[in-house]
Structures are given as structure tokens and as C-alpha cells.
């Protein structure tokens, strides 16, 4: 006889039933329990914003733990919790990795559950429609008219940017019966994609992965502010043509990784428009500002791309993933047309079950719009345009801070959330390596989680005071009273190392 999923108190809950179904949420409800608790204690024994210790004794405790005797779900989900780097601390804010909304979280859990997947009509009807749905408010979002625009749920901007510079590559090398996604690119007619020099590397894998070579990527300068620069673009763009290469993209960032820049998009869109080719902004991480009436102007210009990446989980305050790809115009995903007898016949399409197949690049997926599309009717565009303004803020605070402590040294004024810094040792030529282990001592003692990058270098054969600490302010529950004690702590920290 099978046990009752909700097995009485002090009963055991029967591990093989199902989430789905009627007794689905029965079967949950006590395991969520033992999840939510040992979250808590996790947490709690962790203290900060992650524990402290050598990478190597964490990873010979967690796999102790896992290969235990008594290793279960409450045990290894304590376990996860403790030797997280977790994102809602206000030390931790390293990467573009945010905390996410509870009620996002309560959504993902939902689509967990129910495991509808993308890729066939008769999987997923009401996700079908909601992802489509979602798809068209986030178009109007970014400057599309909706009903010509289409777009995809992906697993973030990496999937997203290939995504784009398939259709590009798609569009700039097909010829007069040739299909390059069938037949392979043409190496003599050699394709080039134009992106800056602080473009995302996921440029040049996606690149490598469509038979181009990650050479057909021309860097192009930047300004002092990490902006293309319109200028080297149009010569870039003017030596390709009479060089003979065929021009597939420019990509634009609006928001990179390091410091938060936005290239000049309304410019980049007119070069990319002259010399014929397509425009793809990568806003992975500055989307989220078209959800500010106060930031969304640095924006301005990216309803003229051909195709936009967004990620929601960067700068929306989603778990993972939360991926969006948006083209301006629907036909422009031709290429990516398939058609499988078991999941979108032509007659269930003519007879009205639509399919999503043709939209990505994988088959089987979940139903990532469902969080997406609850968040914004729980907050809506200004709720969530709220929580950038605070982030937003609460760099310029950080940067402030920065600014006026005689140890620290500010970068620039950041943009977005992102602010670049460094301690001034009292040797300056071992700054780099100040930095550097300045911020690994931070991991190690548990007291702070910071990025870190390198600047380029202003001049040919400089190679010493590049790297720069990293704050990527992303948690709106962070207070100035808690920047001001990160702050205090790496300068202690700092002077710590400074004595050795």
C-alpha cells in the first residue's frame, strides 16, 4: 500500500509521491516545512554573507555531508544554505546575482511543481499563452509594437546573444538558394561582427558555435567610461567593407558586466543601419533600467535593434533563470522554423493549438515566464521600477563613501548599481596584488563577498595598477548604515594586510 503523502504527525512522508496532481500540494506541504527550517538554520549557522574557511576544507565538509549516512533533505538542505554566497546579505555583492523576490520564488515553486513544458501545446496550454502574453508586455516595454514582435524565454544573455547573432548571421549570408543554417558559412565571404572591447565574452563563444570563428569578432575602443565608441565603429565598419567582409552584426551593451556602461545605442543603430546589418543590444543587465521612468532614458535608442536580450534575474529580482530574447520583428525567426510530427503537426496548429518549438534553441522547457509575469502583477512596472531607483541610490551612496575615505579610491560615478574601487596601500606599486588578496581574505574570514576586474590598460606596456574591487549593488534591502559597515570592513581588512 502505498503511504499517504501527508503523512500524519510524526509519520514520514512517502518519497516517491508526486508533486503534481491532487495530492500534490499534500505531498509538499510537509516537505516545504523541512525545507523552510533548515533554510534557517543553514543560514544561521552561517552568519554572513558566506562561511568562512579555504575553498578546500568547504568542499571536504560538503561532500561529508552529502556522502553521510544520514545525509536527507533537511540535512543537505542545511548544508546548501550554510555554504551559500547568499545574495540577500548586504556583503554579498559581488556579481550580477540577485536576491529574489519571495513571491518570485513562490511562483517558481508553482511552476516546479506542475513541470509544463514549452515545447508543445499539449504540455503547457495556459503557460503557452502566458509566456506569449508576458512576451508582448515586455516588447511594449523595450519600444516594440507587440503584435510584430516575437520573442523567448532563455536560460540567460549568453543563450540570448546567440540567439540574436544566429538570426543575424541567418539574414546577412543567405543568398539565392543558399541557407547557411543548413548549408554552412561561406569562409570567403568572411563575416564579421562588430562589438566593443567590454562587449559580454558570450560574443565571441556564440561566434565560435555558429561556424564564424571567434576572430570574426572586431573589438572596437571604448572611451574612458567603457562606451563604444561611435567613431571607432564607423572606421571599423568602413575598413570591413573595403576589405571585402560582410558586416553580419554590431552589438551593442547597454550595461556591462564591469561597470555598468551603456554604449550610445542610437548611434550604434544608425551605423549598423547604413552599412546594412544587424543591431543586437545585449541588456542582460541594463534592461532592468527601462523599468525606472528615471533610468530608462539610458536606453534611449534600443527599440531601433533588431533583436534585445534582458535578464531578469540580474537586475529583476528573480531566481535563476529568467532569460528573455525579443526580436522586433517575428519573420526575422524563420530560421529557426521546425516542424515535429509529436509536437506541432500543421493540422493541430490549423485546428488552433499554437506552438512555441520555433522560438528557441532548446526543446524541452519550463515555464520561466510564470514567475516573471506574477512579480509584475504583484508590483507592476512601478513597484519594480522602485527597487532599481533604490539600487540605484544606494551606489551613488556607496560611491560617495568611497569617495571621500583617504584610503579607498573611487573609479568613476557609476551608472547603474555597479561601483569600482580600490584600497591605496602604502607601497602603490603592490596595488594589484593588494586588491587581489585583499579581496580573498574577505572570503576567507566570511565578512564580505566583493567582485573584482581589471581595468585596460591606459597606455601600451602598462600592466600595474588595473584591478579594481567590485561592488554590483542589486539588494534593495540594503541600508547606508550597511554599506558604511562593508566599507569599514575592507579598510580594516586592508590594514591588516598593510602591517604584514
Not at 429 to 452: C, M, P, T
Amino acid at each position: 500500500m502505498t503511504a499517504d503523502p501527508a503523512a500524519p504527525a510524526g509519520g514520514t512522508p512517502d518519497p516517491t509521491a508526486l508533486a503534481g496532481g491532487t495530492a500534490g500540494p499534500a505531498a509538499l506541504r510537509p516537505l516545504l516545512e523541512t525545507v523552510l527550517t533548515a533554510l534557517a538554520a543553514g543560514s544561521a549557522r552561517r552568519g554572513g554573507p558566506l562561511a568562512a574557511g579555504d575553498p578546500k576544507a568547504l568542499a571536504a565538509g560538503t561532500a561529508h555531508a552529502l556522502h553521510a549516512p544520514e545525509a536527507s533533505l533537511a540535512t543537505l538542505a542545511e548544508l546548501l544554505a550554510h555554504g551559500a554566497a547568499d545574495p540577500a546579505d548586504p556583503a554579498c555583492a559581488a556579481h550580477l546575482h540577485c536576491p529574489p523576490l519571495a513571491v518570485a520564488v513562490a511562483a517558481d515553486l508553482a511552476a516546479s511543481a506542475l513541470n509544463p513544458s514549452l515545447d508543445s501545446w499539449d504540455q503547457a496550454p495556459a503557460a503557452t499563452v502566458l509566456e506569449t502574453e508576458l512576451l508582448a508586455e515586455l516588447a511594449a516595454l523595450v519600444g516594440y509594437q507587440p503584435q510584430h514582435a516575437a520573442g523567448v524565454l532563455t536560460s540567460g544573455g549568453t543563450e540570448s546573444n546567440l540567439l540574436g547573432l544566429m538570426l543575424a548571421r541567418d539574414r546577412a549570408l543567405r543568398t539565392a538558394g543558399t541557407r547557411p543554417e543548413l548549408d554552412g558559412v561561406d569562409p570567403a565571404r568572411r563575416p564579421r561582427i562588430y562589438a566593443s572591447r567590454a562587449a559580454h565574452f558570450s560574443v565571441q563563444r556564440a561566434a565560435a558555435l555558429l561556424g564564424l570563428g571567434e576572430r570574426a569578432v572586431v573589438p572596437v575602443a571604448v572611451d574612458e567610461d567603457q562606451r563604444l565608441d561611435p567613431a571607432a565603429l564607423a572606421e571599423a565598419l568602413a575598413a570591413g567593407r573595403r576589405a571585402g567582409r560582410t558586416p553580419v552584426a554590431v552589438v551593442a551593451t547597454a550595461g556591462t558586466t564591469d561597470t555598468g556602461a551603456v554604449d550610445p545605442l542610437r548611434r550604434c543603430a544608425e551605423l549598423a543601419a547604413e552599412h546594412g546589418c544587424w543591431l543586437h543590444v545585449d541588456a542582460a543587465y541594463g534592461g532592468g533600467a527601462l523599468l525606472s521612468e528615471r533610468l530608462a532614458p539610458l536606453l534611449d535608442g534600443v527599440a531601433l535593434a533588431d533583436s534585445v536580450s534582458l535578464d531578469w534575474h540580474k537586475f529583476g529580482w528573480q531566481p535563476v533563470a529568467a532569460g528573455v530574447f525579443l526580436v522586433r520583428e517575428a519573420a526575422s525567426y524563420a530560421p529557426l522554423a521546425r516542424r515535429a510530427a509529436y509536437l506541432n503537426p500543421v493540422d493541430d496548429e490549423e485546428a488552433g493549438y499554437p506552438s512555441l518549438l520555433g522560438r528557441s534553441l532548446r526543446t524541452t522547457r519550463r515555464a520561466d515566464a510564470f514567475k516573471i509575469a506574477v512579480t509584475l502583477r504583484t508590483l507592476g512596472r512601478d513597484g519594480l521600477g522602485r527597487l532599481v531607483d533604490r539600487c540605484r541610490a544606494l551606489a551613488l551612496t556607496a560611491a560617495d563613501l568611497v569617495r571621500r575615505h583617504p584610503e579607498l579610491e573611487l573609479h568613476r560615478e557609476p551608472l547603474l548599481t555597479t561601483v569600482l574601487f580600490r584600497a591605496l596601500p602604502a607601497d602603490p606599486a603592490r596595488a594589484d596584488r593588494f586588491n587581489a588578496e585583499l579581496r580573498r581574505r574577505l572570503l576567507a574570514d566570511g565578512r564580505a563577498v566583493l567582485g573584482r576586474t581589471e581595468l585596460p590598460a591606459p597606455a601600451p606596456g602598462v600592466t600595474g595598477g588595473l584591478v579594481r574591487l567590485k561592488l554590483t549593488l542589486l539588494n534593495p534591502h540594503t541600508t547606508e548604515a550597511d554599506l558604511a559597515g562593508l566599507l569599514a570592513a575592507v579598510v580594516a581588512t586592508a590594514r591588516e594586510l598593510d602591517r604584514r
